[in-house]
């Protein structure tokens, strides 16, 4: 029988709802605040806390969320920064996000955010919703 509050159950269920656009229920199943068991450190539930907040105009809330995933080693890749620096430009904050967008052409210069955020999502407008903060910072695809 599966442990309702195994992380990995927790994350998997995140991601689905996350990917099908139901921030909301993704919202509620990362909560950092929620109990689960973790076996590993390689979790992912700050991270899609951090995507869905973004979704949903908590921008705050994504930045913290991203900060607290370094923090603890989740996984860092060029989609968290991609949606970290969306987050600062939802904040008005053009200049960080600028700045991480220089980071991301710096460490991975062949990542094209107009390829992969079509592929992550169910559904084109959210990924439009992501490019248009990242043009708005600066990236000009």
Same mark, same amino acid.
């Given at each position: 029988?599966?442990?309702?509050?195994?992380?990995?159950?927790?994350?998997?269920?995140? !991601?689905?709802h996350l990917l099908t656009g139901n921030f909301e229920k993704t919202l509620d199943i990362a909560d950092p605040g929620r109990?689960?068991?973790?076996?590993? !450190?390689?979790?992912?539930?700050?991270?899609?806390? *951090?995507?869905?907040?973004?979704?949903? *105009?908590?921008?705050?809330?994504?930045?913290?969320?991203?900060?607290?995933?370094?923090?603890? *080693?989740?996984?860092i890749s060029e989609l968290s920064l991609t949606f970290l620096a969306a987050s600062h430009?939802?904040? *008005?904050?053009?200049?960080?996000?600028?700045?991480?967008?220089?980071?991301?052409?710096?460490?991975?210069?062949?990542?094209?955010?107009?390829?992969?955020?079509?592929?992550?999502?169910?559904?084109?407008?959210?990924?439009?919703?992501?490019?248009?903060?990242?043009?708005?910072?600066?990236?000009?695809?």
């Amino acid at each position: 029988m599966l442990d309702p509050l195994d992380a990995n159950l927790l994350d998997f269920h995140a !991601t689905v709802h996350l990917l099908t656009g139901n921030f909301e229920k993704t919202l509620d199943i990362a909560d950092p605040g929620r109990e689960r068991v973790v076996e590993n !450190t390689r979790v992912i539930h700050r991270n899609a806390f *951090g995507v869905a907040s973004f979704h949903l *105009g908590f921008f705050e809330e994504a930045i913290e969320s991203f900060q607290d995933a370094a923090e603890y *080693g989740d996984p860092i890749s060029e989609l968290s920064l991609t949606f970290l620096a969306a987050s600062h430009q939802g904040a *008005g904050r053009s200049e960080k996000a600028s700045e991480i967008i220089r980071e991301l052409r710096s460490n991975w210069p062949k990542y094209r955010p107009e390829i992969a955020l079509p592929k992550f999502y169910r559904h084109q407008q959210h990924a439009d919703q992501v490019l248009a903060s990242l043009r708005a910072a600066g990236w000009d695809f």
